[in-house]
């Protein structure tokens, strides 16, 4: 196994970040001590250094992520294309449904959520830019995970999984099971298995030149759903997931 060897100075700035990202109003310098250990010295030197960058700004009396950070984790979707198949694609599906879509990434046992496209009408979500969700209980995780080998998957999830709700899959051999058969007929479901009152669809879209493996989705609240929309918006992610594949 290869020895990983941590630069001290580069591990410093994430733990920063990390905690930054994390917070919801500015993080004063106090708490940052607290939470990554540094001296205030040191700490000090370093909020100096990103915030030359602009990976940081001060506001008040606290620290937030800084634009030039939001600038370079933009690059992640922009630079195979991703971001303007996927926005070509997803406009179309809300303008026919007025349903949101989502685009993922596969991270390990994770899946992360990178692009939106918002409908007009409100959905309460929890997949903001940027947040990750356990993949085996979300519709994006499940065609992810199902685009990998059985051997694959249990390497990385253990028999035990993590509940979100009480509808959550909760044993590994059952999500191997429905994993089965979203290989054979291209999608993936969930209800209720992350956010209470919820449905999503999700259809894998492949991987990109980059190498980023990635899957599409829509979450629908169940008191919009019956038989024959469910059948359109089922439809309808295959067909973006599709035509994405096919742009990049």
């Known amino acids: 196994m290869k020895t990983l060897y941590e630069v001290p100075a580069l591990k410093r700035a994430h733990d920063v970040l990390e905690i930054l990202a994390q917070a919801t109003a500015p993080v004063r310098a106090s708490a940052l001590v607290e939470g990554t250990g540094l001296s205030r010295s040191t700490l000090y030197l370093l909020l100096d250094s990103l915030e030359h960058r602009h990976w940081i ?6 620290y937030i992520i800084g634009l030039k950070l939001f600038e370079l984790g933009s690059a992640y979707v922009r630079h195979d294309g991703l971001q303007v198949a996927f926005r070509n694609e997803a406009s179309a599906f809300v303008a026919a449904h007025n349903e949101v879509v989502q685009l993922a990434v596969l991270d390990a046992a994770e899946v992360v959520y990178i692009a939106r496209e918002d409908a007009q009408r409100p959905v309460r979500l929890v997949s903001d830019l940027g947040s990750r ?4 209980c979300s519709a994006l995780g499940k065609a992810l995970l199902a685009s990998l080998s059985d051997e694959e998957v249990t390497a990385i999830l253990p028999e035990r999984l993590a509940a979100m709700t009480s509808h959550t899959l909760t044993r590994r051999s059952a999500l191997l099971r429905e994993l089965a058969g979203i290989r054979a007929c291209g999608l993936a479901t969930e209800r209720e298995e992350v ?5 999503c669809f999700a259809a894998y879209v492949g991987v990109t030149a980059l190498g980023k493996r990635v899957a599409v989705s829509t979450s629908v609240p169940l008191g ?3 038989g024959r929309r469910e059948k359109q918006i089922v439809t309808g992610i295959a067909r973006i997931a599709s035509r994405i594949a096919a742009a990049l």
């Open 57 to 62: 700004a001060k506001r008040s009396d606290g």
């Open 133 to 136: 969700l356990p993949a085996h």
């Open 195 to 199: 956010s209470v009152g919820l449905a």
């Open 224 to 226: 919009r759903l019956d």
